[in-house]
Structures are given as C-alpha cells and as structure tokens.
C-alpha cells in the first residue's frame, strides 16, 4: 500500500477520497488554486500545496505544477477524481514516466476508450452492441449527410473526443443537419482541440443505463450493478438510482454481462463505468461510451453493493487482488442521488456563487448520506463547477428510498446562495418519477416545462 498518495482535486470528491485514504492509513496531499485556500480539502488533508491562480488551466489543469507538488510532497501515487485531469491520458503517461502511480487505467486504455470512434470499434470486436452509425470519425457535413441518409432519422452527433455533454447535437430531419453539424463540431474544437464527429442513430425514448465495473491488474473483472441515469438536462445528470426500474432480472444480466465483456476486452484495471442505451420498447440496449474514472454518481452504487468504490481503487493501484468477487455482489435495497448546486434554475440554471451564510445539511437516521465540502462562511467561487454536494439516500425500496430522499431535502437548507434544492425536491415528488415512469426526455420535455410555468 502505498504512504502518502496526492488528490489531483478539489470539492467533495477530493474530501471523499481523502476520507478513505485516511481509513486505509495512506497520508493526503491536497492541491489547490489560490481560489481555493480556505476550501474544506485543504484543512483535511495531511498536506496541501498551491498549484497556482483561480482558473483551472493555471491550477487543476496544470500537469506540471501538479507533478512538481508530488514531487515535492514525496507521493507515491495520484488520485485525479472525475473531470480536470481524470481522463487524460497525456497526464497519466507524464506519471507513469516519473513512477507515480496513476490511480486509473493505463493511458492506453484511456485512449482507446475515450475516443468514441476506437471504442465502438473494441466494442464490435467484443461482440457488445453498439448503435448503427458511423465507421470511422466525421469531417465534414456532406459526409454527415450521407451517413445520415444511410442511418436513417433522427440522429446524434457526437463529438469523437468529447465527454460531459459538449458537443452533442439531436437531428431530426436532413434541414437541421448543416447548422447542428457545424454548431457541435466548433464546440468539440473549442472544448477538446478536436472538432471530429461521429454519427449514430437516435435511440428515443430511452433510458440512460450505466455498469460500475472493476478490474485488477490480476485480470479479475466484476460489475457493481447498474445505475439509471436517465434524469438529465442538456446530456448533464441531474438524478441518479440503483437499480433500475426499467429492467428486470434478465435483461439486468445481459447488460451487466455485457459490461463486464467489455471491460475484460480490453484488459480495463480499476474503476469504470460502461453505458449504454436502453430501447424500453424493443428491450435492446447498445454501447454509448466507456467512462476511465470514478463517477460523481458512485455512492448509489456503494449503498447497494456494500463496496467502498474510492478504496478499491487506491488498492487496485497498489497491485492488490479485488477484495470481492462478482459472487460476493448482491445488492440491497434501492439507492437514489440528487445533485445539489449552486444555480438558479428559474433562470436557465444560472451558476449562483457566493458566501453560504447559514448551513443545515440532512443528517439522523439509517441509510443518509451527503457528500460536500461546504461549511458554513465558505465562498463559492465562480472558477468551478457549480455542484456542492450530492444527497444518497438507501431504502429496503424504491418508495422508502424516494420518501427518505424528499425528508432529505425538506432539512436540506443553505442561506446566501441560490440552489436547486427546490427544484429537486419537486421533481423527486413528480408522478412520473414516484412511478419510475421516464426516460432521457422526461426532464427536458415533461417536467422543465411544467415546472417553469407553475413559477
């Protein structure tokens, strides 16, 4: 095991991975911007270094200046949480080459699944369903229309090195096709140097279903369950469950099977998430992309399996076995996570920095939990994502899960700043979402519309 491993983090996801270090007696390095000096990571972790100023490609995205604090701090491996640097594979070959262990895959693994274009061709090669669409990657929107043409309507453009929702445009028909085209691939150049697209048929209705999966550098891979993640804004998440629905027990095995089949192909060691989309009406799913990190919806898995994502992964990093294996996996219960953030949803969701003023955050009873590191006098700063805290709640079931999560966020109160606790208390008490009634439009279509007219 290793001594002393850095976060190459900040917010509640480097308090989450400095919590379990700390109970698998491994010491902290925490990071931060100038921003970023009072945040509650810094005071928890056994050491802390400035990386450099408020903006993320001077500070968080700065793999020299992370590098040199290893250095420094004499840390045996980095853990880059999810977003910044987690899946960069230049960053991960940078640590490999200083013999700092990257807790993740290997940069090639990175490369391979990140490009959308490679990983839907490993994922043919492992016989894991994936949607009609393109061969290869997309220049131009004359080839784009010709694909289209094959495909058939409606489409999705995606970015071939994209993630986090950019450069992701719906196509109904061939009129949209040139502006939506032309749209998605300057964003993907502005966000990722890459303006390559890829083509693939729409599948809607759907449901968004991901596979937690973990491998060892033994070559054991299992799954964790899945999770539904079909609650989304804009491509973004907004609530996550485990189960799913959707799915019963068969179907839950071809996809999990499935997950793990791809996972194994391409020899996958530590955390990863395989998702996919869910045709409800046919029952076939198919391969949408492989995420290389922890996932910020990781807890709903954690509650319904009992496995401690975040230390797994720092033992697998140091060559250890996987502590379980995919018999010991049989999950409890039903799960439920609500993204908190420091936004104004009655105006297009507005980031909302600030100083917090007053805290209350949900606590008492079995099967809460909230994941943040705000405290009360923090300032939000406007550099970084707008998410402070993510509420878990665990049921024996889904209406225990649902009625626990509503309590959750009726004691949920933060003076100062605007959020979206009202917002997601009203959608985890909409109909629809009580009777597990949704898919990937629900929220755009259904329910935003309703919610904003009701204002």
């Given at each position: 095991?290793?001594?002393?491993?850095?976060?190459?983090?900040?917010?509640?996801?480097?308090?989450?991975i400095?919590?379990?270090?700390?109970?698998?007696?491994?010491?902290?390095?925490?990071?931060?911007?100038?921003?970023?000096?009072?945040?509650?990571?810094?005071?928890l972790?056994?050491?802390?270094?400035?990386?450099?100023?408020?903006?993320?490609?001077?500070?968080?995205?700065?793999?020299?200046?992370?590098?040199?604090?290893?250095v420094?701090?004499?840390?045996?491996?980095?853990?880059p949480?999810?977003?910044?640097?987690?899946?960069?594979?230049?960053?991960?070959?940078?640590?490999?080459?200083?013999?700092?262990?990257?807790?993740?895959?290997?940069?090639?693994v990175?490369?391979?699944?990140?490009?959308?274009?490679?990983?839907?061709?490993q994922?043919?090669?492992?016989?894991?369903?994936?949607?009609?669409?393109?061969?290869?990657?997309?220049?131009?929107?004359?080839?784009?229309?010709e694909?289209?043409?094959?495909?058939?309507?409606?489409?999705?453009?995606?970015?071939?090195?994209?993630?986090?929702?950019?450069?992701?445009?719906?196509?109904?028909?061939?009129?949209?096709?040139?502006?939506?085209?032309?749209?998605?691939?300057?964003?993907?150049?502005?966000?990722?140097?890459?303006?390559?697209?890829?083509?693939?048929?729409?599948?809607?209705?759907?449901?968004?279903?991901?596979?937690?999966?973990?491998?060892?550098?033994?070559?054991?891979?299992?799954?964790?369950?899945?999770?539904?993640?079909?609650?989304?804004?804009?491509?973004?998440?907004?609530?996550?469950?485990?189960?799913?629905?959707?799915?019963?027990?068969?179907?839950?095995?071809?996809?999990?099977?499935?997950?793990?089949?791809?996972?194994a192909?391409?020899?996958?060691e530590?955390?990863?998430?395989?998702?996919f989309?869910?045709?409800?009406?046919?029952?076939?799913?198919?391969?949408?992309?492989?995420?290389?990190?922890?996932?910020?919806?990781?807890?709903?898995?954690?509650f319904?399996?009992?496995?401690?994502?975040?230390?797994?992964?720092?033992?697998?990093?140091?060559?250890?076995?996987?502590?379980?294996?995919?018999?010991?996996?049989?999950?409890?219960?039903?799960?439920?996570?609500?993204?908190?953030?420091?936004?104004?949803?009655?105006?297009?969701?507005?980031?909302?920095?600030?100083?917090?003023?007053?805290?209350?955050?949900?606590?008492?009873?079995?099967?809460?939990?909230?994941?943040?590191?705000?405290?009360?006098?923090?300032?939000?700063?406007?550099?970084?994502?707008?998410?402070?805290?993510?509420?878990?709640?665990?049921?024996?079931?889904?209406?225990?899960?649902?009625?626990?999560?509503?309590?959750?966020?009726?004691?949920?109160?933060?003076?100062?700043?605007?959020?979206?606790?009202?917002?997601?208390?009203?959608?985890?008490?909409?109909?629809?979402?009580?009777?597990?009634?949704?898919?990937?439009?629900?929220?755009?279509?259904?329910?935003?519309?309703?919610?904003?007219?009701?204002?």
């Amino acid at each position: 095991m290793f001594n002393k491993i850095l976060i190459a983090n900040r917010g509640e996801i480097a308090v989450r991975i400095i919590r379990a270090a700390r109970e698998l007696g491994v010491e902290t390095v925490a990071v931060y911007s100038e921003a970023d000096k009072d945040a509650l990571h810094v005071a928890l972790a056994d050491e802390a270094i400035c990386i450099g100023p408020a903006r993320a490609t001077d500070s968080y995205l700065n793999m020299n200046n992370i590098l040199e604090a290893a250095v420094a701090t004499h840390a045996q491996a980095i853990h880059p949480g999810f977003g910044f640097l987690s899946e960069n594979s230049k960053f991960a070959r940078l640590c490999e080459e200083m013999n700092i262990k990257f807790i993740g895959p290997s940069a090639e693994v990175m490369d391979m699944m990140g490009d959308k274009i490679n990983a839907r061709a490993q994922m043919n090669e492992a016989g894991v369903p994936t949607t009609p669409g393109s061969d290869g990657e997309v220049y131009t929107a004359e080839e784009a229309i010709e694909i289209a043409n094959q495909i058939g309507y409606p489409v999705m453009l995606k970015a071939s090195a994209g993630g986090g929702g950019k450069g992701i445009r719906k196509v109904a028909n061939a009129e949209e096709l040139i502006p939506a085209f032309n749209a998605a691939t300057a964003e993907a150049k502005a966000a990722f140097g890459n303006g390559a697209m890829y083509i693939e048929r729409m599948i809607f209705p759907a449901r968004h279903i991901e596979v937690q999966i973990l491998g060892d550098s033994q070559g054991h891979v299992i799954h964790l369950g899945e999770r539904d993640c079909s609650l989304q804004r804009n491509n973004q998440k907004v609530l996550e469950e485990s189960p799913s629905v959707a799915i019963g027990q068969t179907l839950r095995d071809k996809i999990t099977g499935a997950a793990v089949k791809a996972a194994a192909h391409v020899n996958y060691e530590n955390a990863g998430t395989i998702e996919f989309l869910l045709d409800e009406a046919s029952g076939n799913f198919y391969f949408m992309e492989m995420n290389t990190r922890v996932q910020v919806e990781h807890p709903v898995t954690e509650f319904v399996s009992g496995v401690d994502i975040v230390k797994e992964q720092i033992r697998i990093a140091a060559g250890a076995e996987l502590t379980v294996k995919q018999e010991d996996i049989k999950p409890q219960g039903h799960a439920i996570e609500c993204r908190i953030n420091a936004e104004n949803p009655k105006f297009n969701f507005a980031p909302q920095p600030g100083k917090i003023t007053n805290l209350f955050l949900p606590s008492g009873g079995v099967g809460l939990r909230v994941d943040s590191a705000m405290y009360q006098g923090y300032t939000i700063p406007p550099y970084y994502d707008s998410m402070i805290a993510k509420v878990i709640v665990h049921g024996e079931n889904r209406f225990e899960a649902l009625m626990k999560m509503q309590r959750a966020l009726m004691e949920f109160d933060i003076e100062g700043v605007t959020t979206n606790i009202d917002f997601q208390l009203e959608l985890i008490s909409d109909a629809h979402v009580i009777a597990g009634d949704y898919d990937t439009g629900f929220l755009g279509n259904t329910f935003l519309p309703k919610y904003l007219k009701e204002d």
